[in-house]
């Protein structure tokens, strides 16, 4: 239940510090006017008539209100703030124990390698599903040295984890700005249509074909509809933990995507093969038949070669581009 004096505060104070009742009564298509004093006030003066049509009463809604409330204000105590995941070894493809226990924190971007079919996967499903011995690995993890509260695993408002995977199937008959809008107001951000514009700004960034706003989600290429979960994720996306499963191959500008999804307060997990985005990370957990074989921190001398192989890629970037508009290659 959340703490009664919200409901007998000032309206106005009550809305800047819960923005999202707006969103909630508008779901059921009833509007606030300022005029009243508070939201106990406001509840009061609505019309059994109206309620009756929604199949409610005034109780239900009180209660339903509350209820939405007391989960938004849970999600937003900073007692539940995120500061460490730990990954508790399972074991490998041969029953072979992983033998560690991994504490990641805030900030840190940690790359996930190995042959294809070695786990990477497996590994970000388990973080995932918050695995607790329940998956083919035996892996734990932990949120804040504990096994998490339900809130935290089922939550489909504010997930723990985002993640971004491997295969993009829309099935959907929308186009690109209606997908994204429609993200936008299940997330009940307070400035949907901005944040819209942004997420279409940037995925056009990141792709290297452009798109437009109306461009049915079935017709994006497979970059093109990358970029645009990455840039979904990297602008909505409040989830402390964002795993990404191979975007190399997507076709989009890779290191703009991972600067856009880093955020200081973010632990990001990220499968890959690809050495630049590899070499950006703090660590690299390398999976080896289903297992975590070894853990490398990224060193000084490694990070000198990022400066080079940035350079090669550029290189290459810029061919592409060539062969793309019809220039040969006779001179590079
Ligand atoms: N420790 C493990 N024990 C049993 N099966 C595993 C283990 N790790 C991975 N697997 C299974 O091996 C298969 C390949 O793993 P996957 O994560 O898809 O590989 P990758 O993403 O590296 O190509 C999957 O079916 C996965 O469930
Ligand atoms: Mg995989």
Not at 1 to 28: G, Q, V
Not at 290 to 316: H, M, P, Q
Request: net charge negative.
């Amino acid at each position: 239940m959340t703490d009664r004096t919200l409901f007998h505060k000032p309206l106005s104070e009550t809305l800047a510090d819960h923005p999202y009742i707006n969103d909630f009564l508008d779901s059921f298509g009833l509007t606030i006017e300022l005029g009243e004093k508070t939201l106990a006030d406001y509840l009061d003066t609505l019309d059994p008539d109206t309620l009756e049509d929604l199949g409610l009463s005034e109780e239900q809604l009180r209660h339903s209100l509350d209820e939405f409330l007391s989960g938004m204000m849970a999600l937003s105590d900073p007692m539940e703030k995120v500061e460490s995941l730990t990954i508790i070894g399972g074991h490998n493809k041969s029953g072979e124990a992983e033998n560690l226990e991994l504490v990641l924190k805030p900030g840190e971007v940690i790359c996930i390698v190995g042959p294809t079919g070695s786990g990477k996967s497996r590994l970000l499903a388990d973080i995932e599903w918050v695995a607790q011995g329940d998956t083919p690995t035996k892996r734990k993890i932990l949120i804040n040295d504990q096994v998490p509260d339900s809130k935290w695993r089922f939550s489909t408002e504010y997930k723990l984890v985002a993640q971004l995977s491997q295969n993009m199937n829309f099935v959907m008959d929308l186009s690109a700005e209606e997908f994204i809008r429609m993200h936008a107001e299940s997330r009940l951000v307070t400035d949907p249509e901005e944040k819209v514009a942004q997420i279409l700004q940037q995925a056009n960034e990141l792709a290297g074909e452009q798109f437009e706003p109306d461009t049915p989600v079935t017709s994006l290429s497979g970059g093109q509809s990358r970029a645009l979960m990455i840039a979904d994720m990297a602008i909505l996306s409040k989830s402390p933990i964002a795993l990404i499963d191979e975007i190399e191959n997507a076709g989009i500008d890779r290191k703009k995507a991972l600067d856009l999804l880093v955020k200081e307060e973010k632990i990001i997990l990220m499968a890959t093969h690809d050495p630049i985005l590899a070499l950006m990370g703090d660590r690299r957990l390398v999976i080896k038949n289903g297992g975590i074989d070894k853990i490398i921190e990224s060193s000084e001398a490694e990070r000198k070669n990022l400066l080079s192989l940035e350079e090669l890629d550029n290189k290459l970037l810029a061919l592409r581009n060539r062969i793309r508009t019809g220039d040969t290659l006779e001179t590079i």
